[in-house]
């Protein structure tokens, strides 16, 4: 007679899955613990195991790693607790753990608050429990759960470099999907290489992924791909099991469900029915952008006698959760062989809540350490960007290309190495956070994932690409007779204005960087010389 997993039978035993609402959830840990079927276990048990797995065959080895794809509200997080409790609490970890060493449960998650959404569930079934309850060694704290068999059950931020050194008896790896998406300075791959060798030490160890599917990328479309519907590797099973919220909790209002993919299907067959999008993808690799940092290079003081060019993503203020406003400075630079470079200097992010006034009035100071007259930024808050950075001496010109524009711009920029990036963390998240998504009229878009931030690395490469644009003007005019008054009012108008092109037929007044200024009405332009004397060009 085949011995049942000490933790299926203390689960049977607390009878936390005995309802019908939970037999999916059931039926999914006996499978990653290969309980052996039995005569009693009626055949949609087997069904539903191939259903959400494409194996045909119950599994006869304990997996060593359970991958848990399932829509929202599906139970994942509730289920997983379950499990978790009783690895922890029937578990003899004592053969392989040294004197003063424990062996911890560790509930992982993008961040510690998030994690603690595992932790509620774990120390109310503890405490809901007379017999567990008498485990728990002191007052449990916001972090920590200690047992008297020397488990500890802990929380943990996904983070490559906290999570190392620990001897695991099980981690659960909470919304694994969307780490790589908020923390992208810790991609998910190298959190689970980070604490994989602890699972080590423990015999039947688990590593169990649990998770909302996104975009095909990342640890757990890497799982998905390399071992849904095929056979377990008998020297390290693992299983992935992937199902529709529905399927898993069966007393989920299907209504929701309807309405969410009426409205957008894409996103919903990801939320609620396990399916990875395919309109979503990584726009920048992780190669890519570190191709093109100056490691150890933050910010590069101005240069004397060179042009730089800035771009703003203003914003106004609001709450913590509120945009920041941010400012890219960059210049050009002969890169050789023929190739000009467009360097970034410096970018500038103050985050909420701020004064406006204040920021635009600390940005003016910057440009004016650079040498800077003109600001070109997003078309943001109507006539409010002009009319402050007007207030501080500056021209503010909305850019002519969108936010992805601009993105989709930079991108032969970052392949071609003709730009050059700042060792910023926070610069170089958001830049590896951003998605290219499929609209439905064929043209792609570029932008930040849903519930992240992007007013950085929008200021940088607005910088960057403002930069290259004035060197792609030049390089387009070289070749034709100028007079130095046309190539001085054409430098006038693409450096304080990031316009190329003609210029326009209403009156317009441009900046010289010697003082001097341009001033233009109905095509007659003239140039205002420092002792306020026109001089007619044409």
Not at 158 to 164: C, E, G, H, L, Q
Request: charged share 20%; glycine share 8%; with cysteine.
């Amino acid at each position: 007679m085949s011995i049942r997993p000490a933790e299926c039978r203390a689960l049977d035993q607390l009878g936390w899955l005995k309802t019908p609402s939970w037999q999916p959830w059931r039926t999914a840990i006996r499978a990653l613990l290969a309980d052996p079927l039995t005569s009693h276990d009626p055949p949609d048990v087997q069904a539903l195991y191939t259903q959400c797995t494409e194996r045909p065959t119950w599994p006869t080895l304990r997996h060593k790693e359970g991958w848990f794809l399932v829509g929202r509200r599906g139970g994942k997080t509730a289920a997983m607790a379950k499990l978790a409790v009783a690895v922890a609490c029937f578990t003899d970890c004592t053969p392989y753990v040294s004197p003063g060493e424990v062996a911890t449960v560790m509930l992982l998650a993008a961040d510690r608050k998030q994690a603690r959404i595992a932790y509620r569930y774990v120390l109310g079934l503890l405490q809901s429990d007379p017999t567990l309850a008498t485990l728990i060694q002191g007052e449990p704290t916001k972090d920590l759960i200690r047992l008297a068999n020397r488990v500890h059950i802990e929380i943990h931020a996904a983070d490559y470099r906290s999570t190392r050194g620990y001897t695991l008896l099980a981690c659960i790896a909470d919304e694994a999907a969307f780490w790589s998406r908020q923390h992208t300075a810790n991609p998910d791959t190298e959190v689970l290489n980070a604490f994989r060798p602890g699972l080590g030490t423990i015999p039947h160890s688990l590593l169990i992924g649990i998770s909302t599917v996104y975009a095909r990328r990342g640890a757990l479309f890497q799982a998905f791909s390399d071992h849904y519907g095929k056979a377990a590797d008998p020297a390290h099973p693992v299983m992935v099991w992937k199902a529709s919220t529905c399927t898993m909790n069966p007393t989920f209002n299907a209504a929701i469900i309807a309405a969410a993919l009426t409205s957008d299907p894409a996103a919903a067959k990801a939320e609620y029915e396990a399916e990875f999008r395919g309109d979503l993808e990584s726009f920048l690799t992780h190669e890519l952008v570190q191709a093109a940092v100056d490691a150890g290079c933050p910010v590069r003081p101005p240069l004397p006698g060179v042009y730089h060019f800035a771009f703003c993503d203003p914003a106004g203020s609001g709450g913590e959760k509120a945009d920041s406003m941010t400012m890219g400075i960059s210049h050009l630079e002969d890169g050789g062989n023929g190739q000009v470079l467009a360097v970034l200097d410096l970018v500038v992010e103050v985050r909420p809540p701020f004064n406006p006034d204040e920021v635009v009035g600390s940005f003016a100071e910057l440009c004016a350490q650079y040498g800077i007259a003109s600001v070109v930024g997003d078309r943001y808050g109507g006539l409010w960007p002009a009319s402050r950075f007007n207030a501080f001496g500056l021209l503010y010109e909305p850019a002519g290309r969108t936010k992805s524009e601009i993105y989709l711009e930079a991108l032969p920029l970052l392949s071609s190495g003709r730009v050059r990036l700042l060792d910023q963390p926070r610069l170089i998240q958001q830049l590896l956070a951003l998605e290219r998504r499929s609209g439905r009229s064929g043209k792609d878009a570029v932008d930040h994932p849903v519930g992240g931030k992007d007013d950085v690395c929008n200021a940088a490469l607005g910088a960057l690409v403002l930069a290259q644009d004035v060197a792609l003007a030049e390089a387009a005019t070289a070749s034709v007779p100028r007079s130095a008054d046309d190539l001085a009012l054409e430098r006038a108008f693409i450096t304080h204005m990031g316009m190329v092109g003609p210029v326009s037929t209403h009156e317009d007044y441009v900046p010289a960087d010697d003082g001097s200024a341009y001033e233009g009405r109905d095509m007659r332009w003239s140039r205002v010389g420092t002792d306020g004397m026109q001089r007619p060009l044409w």
